[in-house]
């Protein structure tokens, strides 16, 4: 069965960290460019980042970058966003998407999506 299946999320305070993972099932994660998208309610999704497929070349949308870092574990075949210095602004559920070679700033370009996990940044 072809699934991705995101952990990792949860409730911390902020200026805490969080370590998201999504791991693939009946398919070879490494061939494919790998985004993290969050939603929060009554907003857009939003691509966070990415990783290509070819190049390994990473993006970040402004409001994360120094604080998102996207990673590959080919081993795993599994894909990590570790967040740090969390704000309450990060909360959203979080989910993670495939799409051939490389990476696209629109949601609707990816094949594969997680059921996603849930983020909560709150005192």
């Known amino acids: 069965q072809v699934q991705l299946v995101e952990s990792g999320g949860g409730l911390v305070q902020p200026g805490g960290s969080l370590r998201l993972s999504c791991t693939a099932s009946g398919f070879t994660l490494r061939y494919s460019a790998v985004g993290w998208f969050r939603q929060a309610p009554g907003k857009e999704r939003e691509r966070v980042s990415c990783i290509n497929r070819t190049d390994g070349k990473t993006f970040y949308l402004a409001s994360v970058k120094g604080r998102f870092t996207i990673s590959r574990d080919n081993a795993k075949n599994t894909v990590y966003l570790q967040m740090n210095s969390l704000m309450p602004e990060d909360t959203a559920v979080y989910y993670c998407?495939?799409?051939?070679?490389?990476?696209?700033?629109?949601?609707?370009?990816?094949?594969?999506w997680g059921q996603g996990t849930q983020v909560t940044v709150s005192s």
């Open positions: 998407a495939t799409r051939p070679l490389i990476c696209n700033q629109n949601y609707n370009t990816y094949d594969r």
